[in-house]
């Protein structure tokens, strides 16, 4: 479908290659362990899980800061489990935590093969919402960074996905037009109407299980994008 006009494919990071829901639960094992917090981690992930994503929805929004971010979503689920912990621990959670998060190298079943079958054929990019400090070191512990010609955060852009000027950005460092651009991710809102706001083309990889759509291709798995590319 793709392949006539593609030369350059942008991935998101999290939830599209690198595994972040596994990554996050193995690093709250280990820091509620070492922490000595006798709280179920099921318990915790079910109720964290959901919360990360509305703070990162606010997040995206430019609503709330980083520091915020990363405080509040542990703040948040502390207080609907009723469990009374204080402020510094909170903090060093939140500093453990990213400390530890991208020391595990989870991806999503195909990832690597994946990349693998594109690269001949395509220069491939990343555009994350994340952060700059971590995004770098989970690439590398999962052995990915070495596909990605041009990395973009929010950080670096100054803005986060899905404003336009994000990838518009990522289209100069590819040196490449939107025409003949593909961007793959998990989100509906930053990743496909996002990057169709400047004219890529799209692929949503529908890692959420979210309600079918006909704004783009929709794929449930990694490897079928070798059916459109």
């Not at 922490?35 to 509305?54: A, H, K």
């Not at 971010?69 to 009374?84: E, W």
Request: aromatic content about 12%.
């Amino acid at each position: 479908m793709f392949k006539d006009v593609i030369t350059d494919v942008f991935f998101d990071l999290d939830h599209t290659l690198w595994d972040f829901e596994k990554n996050s639960a193995l690093t709250f094992d280990k820091i509620l362990s070492e922490n000595g917090l006798d709280i179920d981690l099921n318990d915790f992930l079910s109720v964290y899980v959901p919360q990360n994503l509305i703070f990162w929805k606010l997040y995206r929004e430019e609503k709330i800061s980083k520091a915020a971010l990363r405080y509040q979503r542990l703040k948040t689920v502390f207080d609907k489990l009723g469990f009374m912990i204080s402020d510094n621990l909170i903090n060093k959670l939140s500093e453990s935590y990213i400390e530890h998060l991208s020391t595990f190298d989870h991806l999503f079943p195909g990832a690597k093969e994946i990349l693998e079958y594109l690269q001949p054929n395509y220069r491939l990019h990343i555009i994350t919402n994340g952060f700059q400090e971590v995004q770098l070191r989970k690439m590398q512990n999962s052995n990915i960074y070495t596909y990605f010609n041009e990395v973009i955060d929010s950080e670096m852009a100054g803005v986060k996905k899905p404003n336009p000027i994000i990838f518009e950005l990522a289209l100069r460092r590819a040196n490449v037009t939107s025409e003949s651009s593909l961007m793959i991710g998990d989100s509906l809102e930053a990743d496909i109407i996002g990057a169709q706001s400047v004219g890529f083309h799209t692929l949503h990889f529908n890692s959420h299980n979210e309600e079918r759509h006909n704004l783009c291709p929709i794929i449930d798995h990694l490897h079928e994008i070798k059916s459109y590319l």
